[in-house]
């Protein structure tokens, strides 16, 4: 078996383009521009640049989420560029998605139970109920959701327990790729370090391999392998972490660094211990 899991050669992707009809038709905007990016297993890659960099387009393409006007997309050695949605179909359980804004992605009209449960048997994961409502009781309880949260609706949930929903439905899957598209964006500093934490800790346990996409970049030194620094849809470099960070060869890596300065390096950021604050008097 390969250590290669993702693999992406000249990938393009255009937006607004429409079939040519006697020499007539639009060509769009084309937003990635031969694209190369490799992902092993168990590895955690971050995809990092300015807005409009084309970095959350390129992870949706790696999920067939938007089609490819260009390349070629390998998935655990299978060419899936153009294979259909049904076969398709068995290889989605294997790639999820946590998204920026959790609120979007939870159907706001049914409970936690339910959207944990309804795609265990979706891709059957599950024998029965009962199967089911231990696999979510424990995943939750990894997650660090009392079970209580079951019976709530999203709204009734703050930021951060409708991320660490959204992490828990992806992990239920039991996936190989986890796609991370700026999951602490909106949380605050503490809450940051909590998700982030945990989500190191379960691509750990479960041997994930992760794209983390995100413009923070102490939050990708942090919590990634390799980075892959984009700009107008082009990849202007790419390397483990520490290299980059510590030696960019381009000057737009540079100056990301110097508009964004990194704090000290401790590797004990995420799980060092909130101080407690003494009550007003």
Not at 106 to 113: D, E, K, M, S, V
Not at 229 to 246: H, I, K, L, S
């Amino acid at each position: 078996m390969s250590d290669l899991l993702f693999e992406a050669k000249g990938v393009e992707v255009t937006y607004g383009a429409s079939k040519r009809l006697f020499g007539r038709g639009r060509t769009g905007v084309r937003v990635l521009h031969g694209v190369d990016l490799s992902i092993r297993r168990g590895e955690t890659v971050g995809i990092v640049g300015e807005s409009g960099s084309g970095k959350t387009t390129l992870g949706r393409a790696l999920l067939k989420l938007v089609p490819l006007s260009a390349g070629i997309i390998r998935f655990d050695d299978h060419d899936i560029t153009h294979v259909s949605p049904e076969t398709m179909r068995p290889l989605r359980r294997r790639m999820q998605m946590i998204f920026q804004d959790p609120m979007a992605s939870l159907n706001p009209r049914h409970t936690i139970r339910r959207i944990l449960t309804e795609p265990l048997f979706l891709h059957s994961l599950a024998s029965d109920r009962r199967d089911a409502e231990r696999q979510v009781r424990a995943v939750l309880e990894r997650v660090s959701l009392p079970a209580v949260a079951l019976e709530r609706a999203p709204h009734e949930l703050s930021g951060g327990q409708r991320q660490r929903v959204g992490i828990a439905r992806a992990v239920l899957m039991k996936p190989d790729f986890v796609l991370a598209d700026e999951v602490v964006s909106g949380l605050d500093v503490s809450t940051q370090a909590q998700v982030l934490n945990l989500l190191k800790e379960l691509s750990q346990e479960m041997g994930l391999a992760m794209a983390f996409i995100s413009h923070d970049l102490s939050v990708i030194r942090a919590i990634c392998d390799r980075v892959t620094v984009m700009r107008f849809g082009e990849v202007v470099e790419e390397g483990p972490c520490g290299a980059v960070f510590d030696a960019p060869k381009t000057p737009y890596t540079r100056l990301l660094l110097d508009a964004i300065p990194l704090p000290e390096i401790d590797d004990a950021w995420l799980t060092r211990p909130l101080p407690v604050l003494e009550p007003a008097v």
